[in-house]
């Protein structure tokens, strides 16, 4: 079956500092994938999505990287700030859907230091 | 733009009870979800609508769970009779997908957290 998942449940950082969160997927056919943030009380908020076809993809602050050979992305948030404390979870759209169902990863939390 | 509406936004109950939680999307969006989320893990999609028909619900525990959009506007989720393993966030979530392309953006609401005790 398909599946995403995150290699550390929680990640601590000191204001200022870039944070790299990693995930990892199990279906070489997965060919999109994309990161949400969570905070408190609040439902998930898209944050950037990459294809397979490529192998970074740079928002504001934000890069995500694909390695497709060892089934692994991330997401690095430059100068990390108190406002990006928050869950980040990976996801990938089901490669055997054509619903467009998206498939999460459990999460990891983001702690800034101040 | 106004974003996806859920209500309510908490709801203690006893096991064996119903309840029912209401979402409003956003205008002019063709697609509808219902995600349960456990404390500590990723949402799990239950039910996927396409204006008011169901185009996913593989998912969705059909003996005690059931929703609905009619209209293909607002959605309700209702559970019946309900157990202790339901407690969780239930996210209600729209896009405007009304083809097969991958990118098509979820907006998600806040949530309901319901504790069955």
């Known amino acids: 079956g398909e599946s995403v998942g995150l290699h550390l449940p929680t990640l601590s950082v000191q204001e200022g500092d870039n944070s790299i969160i990693n995930c990892a997927y199990s279906?070489?056919?997965?060919?999109?994938f994309i990161w949400y943030k969570q905070e408190s009380g609040k439902g998930p908020q898209f944050i950037i999505d990459i294809r397979s076809n490529m192998d970074k993809r740079q928002g504001q602050r934000v890069t995500v990287l694909l390695n497709k050979t060892v089934k692994h992305l991330s997401l690095q948030i430059a100068a990390t700030q108190p406002g990006d404390s928050a869950v980040y979870f990976c996801a990938e759209i089901s490669p055997s859907s054509n619903t467009g169902k998206l498939i999460f990863g459990q999460g990891t939390t983001l702690q800034v230091k101040p | 733009e106004a974003g996806v509406a859920q209500s309510p936004r908490y709801k203690i109950i006893e096991k064996r009870q119903s309840v029912a939680f209401w979402c409003n999307p956003i205008?002019?969006?063709?697609?509808l979800y219902w995600y349960q989320q456990i404390l500590g893990q990723g949402p799990k999609l239950l039910i996927q609508f396409q204006n008011n028909g169901v185009v996913d619900d593989s998912q969705l525990p059909k003996d005690r769970f059931s929703a609905e959009r009619l209209k293909g506007v607002d959605s309700t989720l209702k559970i019946q009779p309900a157990k202790l393993e339901d407690s969780a966030v239930y996210l209600c979530a729209s896009s405007l997908r009304t083809g097969t392309s991958k990118r098509d953006e979820q907006f998600f609401g806040p949530g309901t957290r319901l504790t069955v005790l």
């Open positions: 279906n070489s056919a997965s060919d999109y």
């Open positions: 205008s002019g969006h063709a697609t």
